[in-house]
């Protein structure tokens, strides 16, 4: 199993307008949804605003709706990247539907506030040629599912961002949404089945060392945020986490790395490091 890449990084030299990047992508990402919600119908996702609905704030909001309830109702992720062009400026956020205000700003995409939050990242200049690097990833194996967009304008770990990682879960079985700022911050959020609440991350597991052989990590998993620490009376109780692990076709890099890195492994796979989080993608399986 490897991941069905489309580059787009041939229209960069030309200066490909970003609207009609983010256009190309949406028309994939459609594609995948479509097929995606049919193999899953007890979930759903959808794109509740998407790049032509707002030219002014440009990007997704995607809303999952998950196989799994809570206080009986059914429990939905929102997550959120939008380039507001006039100021320059990336917003990026995950949290649960409720917290999404339709009327709150950015635009058509509203404000989702209550999970994590970077706003505003200003590092988007439009007037430069757009993106000098992109590439969508898909696949659609049961139970391994996911969608993936990542640009860079160049290797500057400032200037790259996952734009869109719609990922299955394969512990729970479970959508997770992701995306990171053009800064590199990452924000992920999923559900907790045992714990009956949403969980959330900024980077991905992985070891770090100096020099050769820089391996990769499988399978890939989030480092879930915990709450901050605090001297209360009595102490809260000790909490585990479920582990919430990307697809077999991700994997961890150990160093940091620029987005579109390709390397081999050992066993003759090939992969493309995917945005700015040491987060990467096999593309070519082991012979």
């Known amino acids: 199993m490897a991941a069905i890449l489309s580059d787009l990084s041939r229209r960069g030299d030309q200066g490909f307008p970003l609207p009609n ?44 709706t998950l196989a799994a309830t809570s206080g009986g109702q059914p429990v939905q992720l929102i997550s959120q990247w939008v380039a507001t062009l006039a100021t320059t400026a990336v917003t990026s956020a995950v949290g649960l539907a409720a917290g999404h205000n339709p009327t709150g700003g950015l635009g058509a995409h509203g404000l989702l506030s209550g999970g994590q939050l970077h706003a505003p990242v200003s590092s988007l200049n439009p007037a430069e040629p757009f993106p000098a690097l992109a590439w969508v990833v898909r696949s659609l194996a049961p139970g391994q599912e996911y969608f993936g967009f990542c640009l860079s304008l160049h290797t500057f770990s400032t200037r790259q961002a996952v734009v869109l990682l719609i990922a299955k879960d394969v512990t729970s079985g479970l959508w997770h949404l992701h995306n990171t700022t ?13 714990a009956d609440k949403e969980i959330f991350s900024t980077a991905l597991w992985s070891e770090f060392f100096n020099g050769p052989p820089f391996a990769l990590r499988h399978p890939a998993a989030w480092m879930l945020a915990t709450p901050s620490i605090v001297h209360v009376t009595p102490l809260p109780p000790v909490r585990r986490w479920a582990p919430v692990v990307l697809p077999a076709d991700f994997g961890a890099y150990t160093r940091t790395f620029a987005t579109g890195g390709y390397f081999k492994g050992a066993d003759g796979s090939e992969w493309l490091l995917f945005g700015p989080s040491r987060l990467a993608v096999r593309l070519i399986d082991a012979p």
């Open 21 to 64: 990047l983010f256009s190309e992508v949406q028309t994939l990402l459609a594609s995948w949804l479509a097929a995606a919600n049919a193999q899953n119908p007890s979930q759903l996702l959808e794109v509740l605003t998407g790049p032509a609905a707002d030219a002014a704030h440009l990007g997704w909001t995607i809303r999952a």
């Open 182 to 194: 053009m800064g590199g911050l990452q924000c992920m959020v999923a559900w907790n089945l045992a």
